[in-house]
């Protein structure tokens, strides 16, 4: 099938794997972050770690939206839905995200409004057809989700529904990356660059990733070939002493962005000035609110929330694991107490996030089955 079979070709992955090993350099160890949660689950799904010399290293990153949303926000959420005249939507994966209060199903199951959607559209539609609610969209997810949220408020507002608003906790991706950069826990020799942040952005935004961390990026596609083909990138560049930011994902990423969908963006969203992630902390101007002329459309401001700070459960290690100073099968209770049907952490919930990729794939310990066409290979053994 064309677009599929041509990036999944077992040949060509064999063909990428010896050049990755050709490149290694003897006595030297790799890590480099995948920081799309899209590309962690690629890597589980196809073994793509078993392709690669045991020297080169493949760490998640924070690059989950549901993963790093704190659970105060959940709570604060959930203080919406229980007024009586709220129909509170969200994304399925966001149903079952633990809040200090219990998740979405908890507060619907106590008799609070609120419904799966698959957009902000649909949301739109509910509260066109209940125009004696307010239906309020839980807003989540980085700049790849922010242009629909703002073009269904540019909608609601074109349409004068007033009863149409919106919970914001759409994050950035850059101050998420920096913060990993400025992070003493880790050591990083490059980034696979976000594929799906990137049709939004760009490529451009990273360029101080290269210039003034010296770490190499390459935004990647989310087909086994593009992971492979970014790695091999990304060790030739270190093997050439280069540092610069690549774009493998060309098919589908501009180098400098999608132009309509940032003008959607800034025209409704601003940076807060300060925002929450789980395992990262406070992270100023990482996260994005709606703009003053459309407070009418803003949750927040229409509603009184609690803005608590809730600490993560004790057992739970999701802040590590996002920060990749941790895998997901280091975690106390992984793979007993939480798993994606009784989940302790956002990391087991989300269909991006590390922990599920991990439980779904079955990665439970460091052990790695090498692929028996590559064991034969001298060359991707060593």
């Given at each position: 099938?064309?677009?599929?079979?041509?990036?999944?070709?077992?040949?060509?992955?064999?063909?990428?794997?010896?050049?990755?090993?050709?490149?290694?350099?003897?006595?030297?160890?790799?890590?480099?972050?995948?920081?799309?949660?899209?590309?962690?689950h690629?890597?589980?799904k196809?073994?793509?770690?078993?392709?690669?010399?045991?020297?080169?290293?493949?760490?998640?990153?924070?690059?989950?939206?549901?993963?790093?949303?704190?659970?105060?926000?959940?709570?604060?959420?959930?203080?919406?839905?229980?007024?009586?005249?709220?129909?509170?939507?969200?994304?399925?994966?966001?149903?079952?995200?633990?809040?200090g209060?219990?998740?979405?199903?908890?507060?619907?199951?106590?008799?609070?409004?609120?419904?799966?959607?698959?957009?902000?559209?649909?949301?739109?539609?509910?509260?066109?057809?209940?125009?004696?609610?307010?239906?309020?969209?839980?807003?989540?997810?980085?700049?790849?989700?922010a242009?629909?949220t703002?073009?269904?408020?540019?909608?609601?507002?074109?349409e004068?529904?007033?009863?149409?608003?919106?919970?914001?906790?759409?994050?950035?991706?850059?101050?998420?990356?920096?913060?990993?950069?400025?992070?003493?826990?880790?050591?990083?020799?490059?980034?696979?660059?976000?594929?799906?942040?990137?049709?939004?952005?760009?490529?451009?935004?990273?360029?101080?990733?290269?210039?003034?961390h010296?770490?190499?990026?390459?935004?990647?596609?989310?087909?086994?070939?593009?992971?492979?083909?970014?790695?091999?990138?990304?060790?030739?560049?270190?093997?050439?002493?280069?540092?610069?930011?690549?774009?493998?994902?060309?098919?589908?990423?501009?180098?400098?962005?999608n132009?309509?969908?940032?003008?959607?963006?800034?025209?409704?969203?601003?940076?807060?000035?300060?925002?929450?992630?789980?395992?990262?902390?406070?992270?100023?101007?990482?996260?994005?609110?709606?703009?003053?002329?459309?407070?009418?459309?803003?949750?927040?401001?229409?509603?009184?929330?609690?803005?608590?700070?809730?600490?993560?459960?004790?057992?739970?290690?999701?802040?590590?694991?996002?920060?990749?100073?941790?895998?997901?099968?280091?975690?106390?209770?992984?793979?007993?107490?939480?798993?994606?049907?009784t989940?302790?952490?956002?990391?087991?919930?989300?269909?991006?996030?590390?922990?599920?990729?991990?439980?779904?794939?079955?990665?439970?310990?460091?052990?790695?089955?090498?692929?028996?066409?590559?064991?034969?290979?001298?060359?991707?053994?060593?």
């Amino acid at each position: 099938m064309r677009f599929v079979d041509e990036f999944r070709d077992p040949e060509a992955a064999r063909h990428l794997a010896r050049s990755i090993a050709e490149l290694c350099e003897p006595g030297r160890r790799y890590a480099f972050m995948e920081v799309c949660g899209g590309h962690t689950h690629t890597i589980y799904k196809h073994g793509l770690e078993d392709h690669l010399p045991e020297t080169v290293r493949l760490v998640h990153g924070p690059g989950c939206p549901v993963c790093v949303l704190p659970m105060g926000r959940v709570d604060d959420a959930i203080a919406i839905a229980e007024h009586d005249d709220v129909i509170m939507t969200a994304f399925g994966d966001m149903m079952r995200v633990p809040g200090g209060r219990g998740s979405f199903f908890d507060a619907k199951a106590a008799g609070a409004d609120i419904r799966m959607v698959y957009s902000p559209l649909d949301a739109l539609k509910i509260a066109r057809n209940h125009p004696d609610k307010r239906v309020v969209f839980m807003a989540i997810g980085f700049e790849t989700t922010a242009p629909s949220t703002a073009m269904t408020v540019l909608r609601a507002q074109a349409e004068g529904l007033e009863n149409f608003a919106v919970f914001a906790n759409h994050v950035t991706i850059i101050p998420a990356i920096k913060a990993i950069l400025d992070s003493p826990d880790l050591r990083l020799d490059g980034f696979l660059g976000p594929g799906h942040v990137s049709t939004v952005i760009g490529c451009r935004p990273y360029a101080f990733i290269a210039r003034d961390h010296g770490k190499p990026l390459v935004t990647s596609g989310f087909e086994p070939l593009d992971i492979l083909q970014s790695v091999h990138w990304l060790m030739r560049q270190l093997a050439e002493g280069r540092c610069e930011v690549e774009n493998q994902y060309t098919r589908v990423v501009p180098w400098d962005g999608n132009r309509r969908a940032l003008e959607a963006i800034g025209r409704v969203m601003e940076l807060r000035p300060w925002f929450e992630w789980r395992g990262l902390g406070f992270i100023s101007h990482s996260a994005m609110q709606l703009r003053e002329e459309f407070a009418a459309f803003d949750a927040e401001r229409l509603y009184d929330v609690p803005g608590v700070r809730v600490a993560d459960p004790k057992a739970c290690q999701c802040g590590e694991v996002l920060k990749g100073v941790l895998e997901p099968w280091e975690c106390k209770v992984f793979g007993t107490a939480c798993t994606p049907e009784t989940p302790i952490g956002t990391c087991m919930v989300s269909s991006e996030g590390a922990c599920a990729a991990y439980y779904n794939f079955g990665r439970f310990s460091r052990s790695r089955v090498r692929e028996a066409t590559l064991l034969a290979d001298p060359v991707v053994r060593r």
